[in-house]
Nanobody
Framework: QVQLVESGGGLVQTGGSLRLSCAAS????????MGWFRQAPGKEREFVAA????????VYADSVKGRFTISRDNAKNTVYLQMNSLKPEDTAVYYC???????????????WGQGTQVTVSS
């Protein structure tokens, strides 16, 4: 029983930054691995980043390494995705998700938010 709500999306120019937030509620949130995925029109949902429940372990897609940072604050029941040096190809709807283990496949996650739009213009 976990509910997730994303926020922080918007329009930004190439090279700019955004920080996405995912507010969660649920009894076991602090023990959940959290991930970020994105999906552009006509494309499959794509893995972006994930973080273990403790925050010790993180995984990033090659396309965002060095530019994006995932973090969490369990006391606030919130997960963040700091996005720097944004590119037009980052344009997508971004979703946060909760699961029991670090994973890159959407099927490994049990809970999903409704998404927030990120648009990067040139």
């Amino acid at each position: 029983q976990v509910q997730l709500v994303e926020s922080g999306g918007g329009l930004v120019q190439t090279g700019g930054s955004l920080r996405l937030s995912c507010a969660a509620s649920g009894r076991t949130f602090s023990r959940y691995t959290m991930g970020w995925f994105r999906q552009a029109p006509g494309k499959e949902r794509e893995f972006v980043a994930a973080i273990s429940w403790s925050g010790t372990n993180t995984v990033y897609a090659d396309s965002v390494k060095g530019r994006f940072t995932i973090s969490r604050d369990n006391a606030k029941n919130t997960v963040y995705l700091q996005m720097n040096s944004l590119k037009p190809e980052d344009t997508a709807v971004y979703y946060c998700a909760g699961g029991t283990r670090l994973a890159t496949m959407p099927v490994r996650y049990d809970y999903w938010g409704q998404g927030t739009q990120v648009t990067v213009s040139s």
